[in-house]
């Protein structure tokens, strides 16, 4: 199983929520996620703005990812608050998986207690809380 988590996607006053996956391996430098291309016609429109981004998997493999220009707003949404925006930039894919990568659940503070069962906590909760995922 893996920690799916509820995230909501803003650029300007548009947003789109979906389901991310956070136990991925999808590392980075910065704040990233990947969108699905109907997600992202439907949040940033036919006239997207992107880059072509060489990325390493985890795997070590190599691979040419769409990104956009602009960094994105992304929340997460959980049963009894919403935390962010954290700005992160998205790669726009052709797979239906929002995949959160490991800097930005860093800045949401989210901390991964058991992957396997999906739980969770905010690092402030560490101890005192378990949270699960959808």
Do not use: H
């Not at 699905?36 to 429109?45: K, V």
């Not at 901390?111 to 906590?121: M, S």
């Amino acid at each position: 199983m893996v920690l799916r988590l509820r995230v909501r996607i803003c650029r300007g006053g548009k947003c789109v929520e979906g389901v991310g996956i956070a136990n991925s391996g999808f590392a980075g430098d910065e704040p990233e996620i990947t969108l699905p291309g109907a997600l992202a016609r439907e949040l940033l429109g036919e006239g997207l703005s992107l880059t072509l981004v060489e990325r390493v998997l985890a795997d070590g493999s190599r691979v040419t990812l769409a990104r956009t220009t602009e960094r994105l707003d992304v929340y997460l949404v959980a049963e009894d608050e919403v935390r962010g925006p954290v700005k992160a930039r998205a790669y726009v894919v052709g797979g239906q998986l929002i995949l959160l990568n490991d800097c930005l659940l860093s800045a949401l503070r989210i901390v991964i207690i058991d992957p396997r069962d999906g739980i969770w906590c905010f690092r402030e909760e560490l101890g005192k809380r378990e949270r699960r995922g959808v």
